[in-house]
């Protein structure tokens, strides 16, 4: 087996990066834009013939959902282009592809988990995008596996965990924190959806298609804002508000919580609870 893995320098890259060698050692290569930019198709193309990979995990994306609503072509080309420039690359090689997509490829106005089988809707650029990359991965490479997960955070990059605990530090009982309490979904540690990829990948079953992954459970924005700062002994004032009090470019999913057990049944990866693994990234933060 020979990995590639693109965008290793990201939230989920990082992580996946360190699961990799602790299980894996020795065998993948780890690129970023500066060292393969995946919008050149020539340049993909030429790293799959040299590198003569097995499998790809693609871990790039573009992934500011308010400014993807402005910078739309910089969006896309991330989010399809890159797709399918890695797309024809590897299934002219043989090689296996395994891409993330996203919770916001639906529309949120389901009342129980979303199942792979149902209805996407997305209804944001970002969302839109990133199920074009989807349906043109399936389209040039059949073989693919397709994980979607959602609300990922992790001790690196830009990510909610972060953005509450520097805002936490000037919260004033005059200005509180103030959390969305009305969109439901599943924080998901970057370190548990790594896991579950190397899984797969070591599985002696490879079998396409779309699977849900986060973590276990489900909480609005503002029960996971309370959960860091409890977990992290902050005092902080702060207060529920609702998604019409804090206005957005993009518009996102009410509720997006995905049905696990698709990818608990197929390659038995193991899912622990959100506020669990949410003490443990904070004990590494
Ligand atoms: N973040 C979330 O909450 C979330 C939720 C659901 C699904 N997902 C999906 O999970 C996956 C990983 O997300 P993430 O949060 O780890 O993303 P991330 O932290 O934004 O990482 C993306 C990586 O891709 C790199 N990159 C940007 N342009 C590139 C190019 N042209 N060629 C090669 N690499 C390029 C970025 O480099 P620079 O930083 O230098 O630009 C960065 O290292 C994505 O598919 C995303 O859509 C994320």
Known sequence: MKILVTGANGQLGTELKKVLEEQIPGITTYTDVDTLDLRD?????REMERGEYTHVVNCVAYTAVDRAEE????????????VRNLA??????GAKVLHISTDYVFD????????????????????????????????????????R??????????????????LAEKASVHEPLRIVCDQIGTPTYALD???????ILCSRQWVPGIFHFTDEGAASWYD??????????????????????????????????????????????????????????????
Request: with cysteine; charged share 20%.
């Open 193 to 199: 959806l790594a896991h579950a990829i190397v899984t």
């Open 41 to 45: 198709a020539d340049a993909v193309a």
């Open 108 to 147: 949120g106005r389901a009342c129980r988990p979303y199942r792979e089988s149902d209805k996407v809707n997305p209804i944001s650029q970002y969302g839109t995008t990133k199920r074009k990359g989807e349906t043109q991965l399936l389209a040039i490479s059949p073989d693919s596996v397709i994980i």
């Open 224 to 285: 996971f804002a309370c959960a860091i700062l409890r977990i992290r002994g902050i005092k902080a004032p702060i207060q529920p508000i609702l998604t019409e009090d804090y206005p957005t470019a993009a518009s996102r999913p009410f509720y997006s919580v995905l049905d696990r057990s698709c990818i608990k049944a197929t390659y038995g990866v193991e899912i622990p609870h959100w506020e669990t693994s949410l003490a443990h990234c904070l004990s590494r933060m």
């Open 71 to 82: 910078e739309k072509a910089e969006c896309s080309a991330l989010n399809v282009d890159a």
């Open 88 to 93: 024809t690359a590897a299934d002219r090689m």
């Open 149 to 166: 997960s959602a609300w990922l955070y992790s001790p690196y990059g830009r990510n909610f965990v972060k953005t509450v605990l520097r």
